[in-house]
């Protein structure tokens, strides 16, 4: 980034702002490829099934989940994190989207999680893990993919950090315990981890998380009690089955943006009359970011001082924004959205925008409900072990031919939801179309589709039916 000429800096933010508004989405939806296609379906599959990921419980009101994630940004820019708190039955899951770059969103979807399954251990027990010695900061949460290890100079500075963290949280009480509060404390106490890292051991590594940003998006769901907290734009979407057997799409989330009318009366709250005119300027905060909560981006938080003495050094005038006056005009604390799981929730879906901006949350339910039906035909036919008469393997045997035509191409629910993103038109999927999204230059892919980050969790009707709420 300290190479980034300013002229560059205001090339790339015109195109970001391009790429970010409605009327241009509107537009790219009805581009239409021209030519045959540079792909072979085979293509398509390896490209689509490249990242995903399946995972299933045999305990619990969480079932399985399937996620994926399909770059743009060169490297993606979009995290992802799935893992259990060790010493509860509680499931974290989370997406998470960077801006200006991957640093801080792949940090934060490896240390948010541990920040939140500390914050969930008993203060006794919690107590003892200190006591037992080192590695700390691995042992609390059970991760369902491989995660990267930091390198060590940066890996001791998050690890004593934690260890502050935890430290702190031993003198806590569980009298009082809101899950709400826990949450947020999590996710503000990271973010300031984040800012005094960088302030006190000032470096490329620790500058280049403080200089970006992510939004970020985490569920957590321990039996019938489901919680969502979001920084940002992330979005996450309940799939309900009503009384008459359709599908309803129940949305968990607010986006943090200028579209938010509560959320800009929040924003200028914060901040002097004087400055009701230019604190958001032309749908973005001071004219630049369009989220208006997210970690990071502490060019948006320090004092303008603070910003003269580390940050302008290395990367000249133009990370001062215009009209920065009342600092910090970006916030971290999450919003938080507590629902209890009847039997007729089946599936949940958290996703980043890149998903969000090519179809609604409807949209998304209708094809996840589609994909369970037909996904159950993707198994090979089995007989009960009881007898059964002649009628009754013919009705059997004709639900499996209409189930058939509805036999989805992908198992993973994540990547049918890519590939209708990408390809869907009103007539199904179009393969001209989706091998042309997957085919486009590096150079100009971002212009017509963003990262896309997906994680869809299924839930078990019966544990629920049956689970004390």
């Known amino acids: 980034m300290s190479n980034l000429s300013p002229k560059f800096l205001a090339f790339r933010n015109h195109l970001l702002a391009a790429v970010y508004s409605r009327s241009y989405h509107r537009a790219v939806a009805l581009h239409r490829p021209s030519g045959p296609p540079k792909l072979s379906p085979y293509d398509v599959n390896c490209i689509l099934r490249a990242n995903e990921h399946t995972q299933e419980f045999f305990s ?3 079932k399985s989940y399937d996620s994926n994630q399909l770059a743009s940004n060169s490297p993606i820019e979009d995290s992802r994190s799935e893992g259990s708190c060790v010493h509860t039955s509680g499931l ?9 770059g991957p640093a801080c969103s792949q940090v934060i979807s490896k240390r948010l999680m541990r920040y939140i399954a500390a914050s969930l251990v008993p ?3 919690l107590r003892q893990h200190i ?10 949460m059970g991760h369902y993919q491989f995660q990267l290890e930091f390198v060590s100079e940066i890996k001791e500075l998050y690890e004593k950090s934690f260890q502050q963290f935890a430290n702190e949280l031993t003198n806590t009480t569980l009298a009082g315990f809101q899950m709400h509060q826990t949450l947020e404390t999590a996710f503000v106490r990271l973010d300031q981890d984040l800012s005094r890292e960088a302030i006190e051991m000032p470096s490329l590594r620790t500058m280049s998380v403080a200089m970006s940003g992510a ?6 769901i321990d039996g019938p009690h489901l919680h969502v907290a979001s920084v940002g734009d992330c979005s996450a979407v309940l799939g309900t089955v009503t009384d008459t057997g359709q599908w309803m799409a129940k949305k968990l989330t607010n986006e943090h943006n200028s579209d938010n009318v509560g959320e800009v009366r929040r924003l200028l709250s914060e901040h002097p009359a004087t400055e009701r005119d230019t604190v958001i300027r032309g749908e973005r905060l001071l004219g630049q970011l369009a989220p208006l909560r997210a970690m990071g981006d502490f060019r948006y938080k320090w004092s303008r001082e603070q910003l003269e003495q580390l940050v302008v050094p290395q990367f000249g005038d133009q990370v001062i924004a215009p009209y920065y006056h009342t600092p910090p005009y970006l916030s971290a604390c999450p919003e938080i959205t507590h629902h209890i799981l009847t039997p007729r929730d089946k599936f949940l879906i958290i996703a980043s925008d890149g998903l969000w901006d090519t179809m609604s949350a409807m949209q998304t339910v209708h094809l996840v409900g589609e994909h369970m ?3 159950a035909f993707l198994q090979p036919l089995t007989l009960p072990k009881n007898d059964v008469t002649l009628g009754e393997i013919s009705q059997m045997l004709s639900t499996r031919k209409a189930g058939l035509q509805k036999k989805p191409l992908d198992r993973n629910a994540s990547t049918h939801l890519i590939r209708n993103a990408l390809g869907g038109t009103e007539y199904g999927v179009e393969h001209s179309k989706l091998s042309h999204m997957l085919s486009l230059p590096q150079d100009i892919v971002r212009l017509f589709r963003d990262d896309i980050t997906i ?7 019966e544990y629920l039916r049956n689970c004390p709420t």
């Open 373 to 375: 039906y037909g996904k």
């Open 60 to 62: 619990g009101s969480v």
């Open 131 to 140: 006591l037992n010695g080192a590695q700390i900061f691995y042992r609390l």
């Open 215 to 220: 939004v970020a998006l985490v569920a957590h």
């Open 92 to 100: 974290l899951l989370g997406i998470f989207d960077g801006h200006g």
């Open 123 to 125: 203060p006794d027990d």
């Open 455 to 461: 994680t869809v969790v299924y839930f078990d009707s």
